[in-house]
């Protein structure tokens, strides 16, 4: 595989990688760091003269992704962090990440059907979805725009999560049958 290549293939398994990452390090910007660490070493392997090809890219890539969350955690100063992950935890995780191949178009449609959902959302609702998960900001933060207070708004988006899980599934069963 050439440099573009190499590249999307692992973009395409962004979201995979991303979730890895989150139960590993615990962290979105931890986990985001990571990701860029472990692309810059996809880049420098297809840059490498004399590579074996790769066999199967996403097992590998999942490895680099792997390799470069622990080397962060350990450069961070949070091995006591790894060390409060049961070794049988990282085990399942790396298990159901493996097991995931859920199929792209299938991710694809549940994605528009998330967006269709989030439209129907009342101003506020969508205010602090938005705030939580665009801006990443705090409950505090987002309970001081809204006028409410954190717990509140914990609250607040804990049903919106719901109400767009149920529709996002409601949307998918009647859309084409199909589950993943």
């Known amino acids: 595989m050439n440099d573009p290549e190499l ?3 692992f973009l395409r398994h962004q979201g995979d990688f991303m979730a890895y990452l989150m139960a590993m390090v615990r962290d979105l910007d931890a986990a985001e ?5 472990a692309a810059v070493v996809v880049m420098q392997h297809a840059g490498s003269p ?3 090809p790769i066999r199967d890219f996403r ?3 999942k490895e680099i992704v ?3 969350a622990l080397q962060y955690l350990r450069s961070k100063g949070r091995a006591a962090r790894v060390a409060d992950i049961e070794p049988e935890l990282l085990v399942q995780i790396d298990r159901a990440f493996d097991g995931d191949a859920t199929d792209p ?3 694809q449609r549940e994605l528009d059907a998330l967006r269709e959902c989030a439209t129907r959302l009342p101003d506020a609702q969508r205010r ?3 705030m939580r998960y665009e801006s990443r900001a705090s409950f505090d933060t987002i309970g001081t725009a ?8 914990q609250r607040s988006l804990s049903r919106t999560r719901k109400m767009l899980h149920d529709c996002v599934q409601s949307k998918l069963s009647r859309g084409s049958g199909m589950t993943p």
Not at 33 to 37: I, T
Not at 146 to 153: D, I, S
Request: charged content about 25%; glycine content about 6%.
């Open 128 to 130: 602090m979805v938005a």
């Open 105 to 107: 178009t299938f991710r």
């Open 66 to 68: 792997r390799r470069q």
């Open 59 to 61: 097992a590998w890539a």
């Open 50 to 52: 004399g590579t074996e």
């Open 33 to 37: 760091e990571v990701f860029q660490n």
């Open 146 to 153: 809204v006028g409410r207070t954190a717990a509140a708004v």
């Open 7 to 9: 590249i999307r293939q």
